[in-house]
């Protein structure tokens, strides 16, 4: 069983037919379940892994239908804890291109809250982590702590970290932070523009020179997305392997670095390669295989609004 720890919250996501086109000033907005691990494990859940969501959600509406949506797909939620706090929300802005930026309302939420749990139960191959869950306090140190923990028991991990600035008050202390949790990762993952952001530089060479870093300090892989152009994996030998993007009339890009982890850890999961020895003798064959399964999934939840990843018949 793959475990996703972190935030599940609800977007507000704008209505491609806004009524503020006939002369409204605001536009309508539509909510949709969202988070970075909760996409995450739902996509999962869609490719047929079994899987196992590990938060902490509201008992208001928006919690309920949280947990519905992720039974529906078959993702087990024993290990969700619940709190009266509101959920969270995620007011989302859609470009011309169609990426997508947040404004959050996170204060006193239930998600702030989670506390560590017992140890996961045994048979997990796989803890997944990322996104706000790892920013906002308290919650963030007790998902520190599980990242930790689980890592020195020998579960396989993998991180996210999904960017939010909006949400990371000292850039430097994030930054320092990070590092921290490489020797931890198993698997690290992440858009180009979140590790311009990490490196704090916009300089091909110097991002090249702290993923080659990062790699160092723990993870037996690093994969890099790069939105339409597609992703790329480093490995521990210094070997780069990349795969093209798949061409889609996008919609939005809401959700799709999150079926890209699910997708990874998947199609991992097929080659018996959910642990740091095994990743690390994947060979090129392989390698392409995954990536080129993740750029087909991203490319399915790109190609309709908001985070609906697809489901395994649709990869067949």
Partial sequence: MIVVAGEALIDLVPE????????????ALRPARGGGPYNTALALGRLGSPTAFCSRVSTDGFGEALLEGLRKDG?????????????????????????????????GTADRL????????EGVSALSLGTCSLVLEPGASAYEELLRREAARG??????????????PDADAYRARF???????????????????????????????????WLAAGPAAVVLTHGGEGLSVRRQDGSVLSVPGERVDIVDTI??????????????????????????????????????????????????????????????
Avoid at 18 to 23: V, W
């Fill in 16 to 27: 491609r037919t806004s009524s503020a086109a006939a002369g409204d000033r605001l536009p």
């Fill in 75 to 107: 993702v087990d939620t024993a290990l969700v804890q619940r709190g009266q706090e509101p959920t969270t929300l995620a007011v989302a802005s859609i470009g011309a291109d169609g990426s997508a930026g947040y404004g959050f309302y996170v204060q």
């Fill in 114 to 121: 989670f506390t560590l749990p017992p140890s996961l139960p």
């Fill in 155 to 168: 579960v396989f991990t993998t991180l996210d970290p999904n960017i939010r600035t909006g949400l990371i």
């Fill in 179 to 213: 590092q921290g949790w490489l020797p931890h990762i198993g698997l690290l993952k992440l858009s180009i523009e979140d590790a311009r952001w990490l490196a704090g530089s916009e300089d091909a060479d110097d991002v090249e020179t702290a993923v080659g870093e």
């Fill in 255 to 316: 959700g799709a670095g999150d079926t890209v982890n699910a997708a990874l850890l998947h199609r991992l999961a097929g080659h018996q390669a959910l642990s740091a020895p095994a990743l690390a003798k994947l060979d090129e064959a392989a390698w392409r295989d995954v990536l080129g399964f993740a750029a087909r999934a991203a490319a399915i939840t790109c190609s309709r609004a908001g985070a609906e990843p697809p489901y395994a018949s649709e990869l067949a």
